[in-house]
């Protein structure tokens, strides 16, 4: 079984921190993910950790890319400058929201605070806009409805030199899904 999880969770935990994935067109692509610690709930240093496993991926392949799932945008933008020069693309997920900040740093990593969300646009990060304002109005516990309509895929293309590993680009996309019904 391959399971991804966050590296700096406890090793009792199912799964494997990082991977390396193979690739269709030139070196495989190391995958290292994490969790922020700020406002996410109990797990080890990510700063810490990234390190250990960045340099065990580097021994297979150039190219390595590390998300960060945190809620603190500030705790994703210094990852991302502690890894600059290090690895391929360092990328934050978990707010929803896509950030208009992607850029590639000093050293050719290319990095994005959040690469937003794949699901429907109109809502409350996914989910129907009247039952989350009931609970913000009313302080109610109310079950939250997936929202529907409008669902866009959200993310960034990166390209990367496969000899070096270093990022020549990187370009955010949120693409609108044509519905079922073809509206």
Known sequence: MNLLRPANLPEVCPGAGSCILPSKRGPAVGVVTLLGRIFMGLSDCPFQKVDKEVEKLKKETPIVFVEIHGEASSEKVAMGWKLTGKVSCVFGTHTHVQTADERVLP????????????????????????????????????????????????????TVDADTGRARSIERLCIPVPSASGN
């Open 107 to 158: 050293g050719g990593t290319a990095y994005i605070t959040d690469l937003g969300m794949t699901g429907p646009h109109e809502s409350v990060i996914g989910r129907d806009i009247q039952s989350v304002l009931y609970r913000f109005e009313t302080q109610m516990h109310v079950p939250f409805v997936v929202a529907t309509g409008d669902v866009r895929v959200c993310g960034a293309i990166v």
